[in-house]
Nanobody
Framework: QALLVESGGGLVQAGGSLRLSCAAS????????MGWFRQAPGKEREFVVG????????YYAASMKARFTISRDNVANTVYLHMNNLESDDTAVYYC???????????????????WGQGTQVTVSS
């Protein structure tokens, strides 16, 4: 059974940084592309960034590229989201996601991802 468990969320001041982690189990991690989405209250789930199975290619939402970085460790079965210079608009629940390396469809659509974590809350105070 696939399981994704996010951690690292919390309360941070505007301009600060956080690193989110997502530990994966129950599937062959190195055969899956990984991603991060977020959802603010009253808003739809929004794509943040994705990384291919090898870690060599990253795909960013245009507004995230300057401040967010994704990385993965295929030995530790973990994907990370490094967030810098956080803003109040970054306040949301952040979700880790996984899809097979050969899945089709744009990374940006939540429906194209197979597995989801339970989410971790990030709150940025201004």
């Amino acid at each position: 059974q696939a399981l994704l468990v996010e951690s690292g969320g919390g309360l941070v001041q505007a301009g600060g940084s956080l690193r989110l982690s997502c530990a994966a189990s129950g599937f062959t991690f190195s055969g899956y592309n990984m991603g991060w989405f977020r959802q603010a209250p009253g808003k739809e789930r929004e794509f943040v960034v994705g990384v291919d199975w090898s870690g060599k290619s990253q795909y960013y939402a245009a507004s995230m590229k300057a401040r967010f970085t994704i990385s993965r460790d295929n030995v530790a079965n973990t994907v990370y989201l490094h967030m810098n210079n956080l803003e109040s608009d970054d306040t949301a629940v952040y979700y880790c996601s996984a899809r097979r390396w050969d899945a089709t469809g744009t990374f940006g659509l939540a429906g194209n991802w197979h597995y989801w974590g339970q989410g971790t809350q990030v709150t940025v105070s201004s």
